[in-house]
């Protein structure tokens, strides 16, 4: 899976730490009743919420391997739409067909 440089930099320099993170994530994903596939799909409109196009991108490639199809992830992109409004969802989808185009 594709991991952004900056990412790479910070788990080689604070290796400790991104071992305690990494822990944190799958303690945090263990914890509820939600399957892999919501989970991601939730990633994704937080990441819409956060406006982070890395976070989207992330979650986009996240949930494709945890078997979402281009139709659920363009749907839980859309839902934003009347939270977020229409710019912030239209770049989202933006970069998730970034993804989605790269994994045709």
């Known amino acids: 899976m594709y991991?952004?440089?900056p990412f790479m930099k910070f788990k080689q320099n604070f290796s400790e730490i991104h071992r305690q993170y990494e822990e944190l994530t799958t303690a945090c994903r263990e914890h509820g009743p939600l399957d892999e596939k919501s989970q991601n799909l939730v990633k994704i409109g937080i990441?819409?919420?956060?406006n982070s196009k890395g976070g989207v991108m992330s979650g986009t490639r996240k949930a494709l391997a945890s078997g979402c199809t281009a139709e659920e992830i363009h749907h839980a992109v859309l839902l934003s739409l009347t939270t977020v409004g229409f710019p912030a969802m239209i770049a989202a989808m933006g970069w998730a067909d970034e993804v989605l185009e790269k994994n045709e």
């Open 3 to 5: 991991l952004p440089k």
């Open 47 to 50: 990441a819409i919420g956060q």
